[in-house]
């Protein structure tokens, strides 16, 4: 996905957008496009569903950082939804640097040498829990499901935490999410988990961008088999 493919030009000049726009966006999020009052001008951007929920989750910026264009930088290697729920589970980490710590990748590394060591380990935390849920969620072909839903909870815990979301990565990610190989879940599901950032192997595993255009999504074959 590059700069010049119409949604991305379109999320990165979203700052341009008038407040009813924006707020017409917000409320749409969720929902099918042919559904959404006052929405209905998206279809000349992108018919893709995932595309018009991206651009709903985007909208979930408050109005005067969309304005400043704020909602639109590129975090290398730490784009995904995986990695900026980690960076956010860090943040409200309430026991910092202990075997209790939110921080995924120290937790789960406590957790099982607590089981190897035949101890009883910390409970997992509900805000882990809440990104497992994430990971199952479904995205329908219509766009709808419980992903829009509960991704939406989380962009708007990360907007105000202020934790960076590449949105050109989540453009790119949700177009991919019903695929069949489950690539896009997997590699969220690494930067969460992963090693603490201390660690060797937390840098040998950087959350990285799929530049290939062509990789086929469930979407683009079901489209195929219609034709």
């Known amino acids: 996905m590059s700069n010049i493919d119409p949604l991305i030009r379109y999320l990165v000049s979203l700052k341009h957008e008038d ?48 304005k400043k264009g704020e909602h639109a930088r590129e975090y290398p290697h730490r784009g995904s939804i995986g ?85 050109v990565q989540l453009a790119h990610d949700l177009r991919g999410w019903r695929a069949q190989s489950r690539y896009v879940q997997e590699r969220w599901a690494k930067a969460f988990y992963g090693p603490p950032s201390g660690d060797k192997g937390a840098a040998e595993a950087p959350d990285e961008r799929d530049e290939t255009d062509e990789h086929v999504t469930q979407d683009q074959e079901d489209d195929e088999n219609d034709d």
């Open 19 to 66: 407040s009813g726009t924006l707020a017409a966006l917000r409320r749409a999020c969720g929902k099918r496009l042919a559904e959404s009052r006052n929405c209905q001008w998206f279809a000349s951007i992108s018919t893709w569903p995932a595309d018009f929920l991206t651009a709903t989750l985007v909208a979930q910026y408050p109005t005067d950082k969309i």
């Open 83 to 167: 990695a900026a729920w980690r960076e956010y589970c860090c943040k409200k980490d309430p026991y910092p640097n202990t075997p209790r710590s939110h921080d995924p990748g120290r937790f789960y590394t406590e957790r099982q040498k607590a089981l190897f060591e035949s101890r009883t380990p910390a409970n997992v935390p509900s805000i882990h829990e809440r990104f497992r849920t994430l990971l199952d969620a479904e995205l329908e072909r219509n766009g709808t499901g419980d992903l829009p839903y509960r991704l939406r909870g989380l962009v708007r815990m990360l907007v105000a935490e202020e934790v960076p979301i590449d949105i």
